[in-house]
């Protein structure tokens, strides 16, 4: 069983007071990001690109985010517990029954109003 960590790719490089947009600062800096996670017992698995919902000038906008993922394995301690179902609360005699339709409408699926 692995843990899993997901960390947003850096857009843009700050240093100072300028923004370096170069391929070379975005590479160093991906690097020393995946260097320190790595040093933390996390193995990289892949990158992902997963839509993101939010706002821009009170519209709703989605747009696509890159994120590293990570993983290590967990040990038996650190295994979460899953709760198991209780039996006693399967058989309380709960049943599933028809609901009769209200107002006008016919009993056939897709069927027009009245």
């Known amino acids: 069983?692995?843990?899993?960590?997901?960390?947003?790719t850096p857009k843009q490089v700050r240093r100072g007071g300028e923004t370096l947009n170069?391929?070379?600062?975005?590479?160093?800096?991906?690097?020393?990001?995946?260097?320190m996670i790595l040093g933390t017992g996390w193995d990289f698995v892949r990158t992902e690109r997963l839509p993101?919902?939010?706002?821009?000038f009170f519209l709703p906008v989605t747009r696509q985010q890159d994120f590293m993922?990570?993983?290590r394995p967990v040990t038996e301690a650190e295994?979460?517990?899953v709760?198991?179902?209780v039996a006693a609360l399967?058989?309380?005699?709960?049943?599933?029954?028809?609901?009769?339709?209200?107002g006008h409408?016919?009993?056939?699926?897709?069927?027009?109003?009245a």
Not at 1 to 8: D, I, L, T
Not at 52 to 56: D, E, F, H, S
């Open 52 to 56: 993101v919902k939010g706002t821009w």
């Open 90 to 102: 399967a058989d309380v005699g709960v049943r599933p029954r028809r609901v009769q339709a209200r």
């Open 69 to 71: 993922v990570f993983r």
């Open 22 to 35: 170069g391929p070379d600062a975005l590479t160093r800096t991906l690097d020393s990001e995946i260097k």
């Open 79 to 81: 295994r979460p517990v």
């Open 83 to 85: 709760p198991q179902p």
């Open 105 to 113: 409408a016919t009993s056939r699926p897709g069927g027009a109003l």
């Open 1 to 8: 069983m692995f843990e899993y960590k997901f960390v947003p």
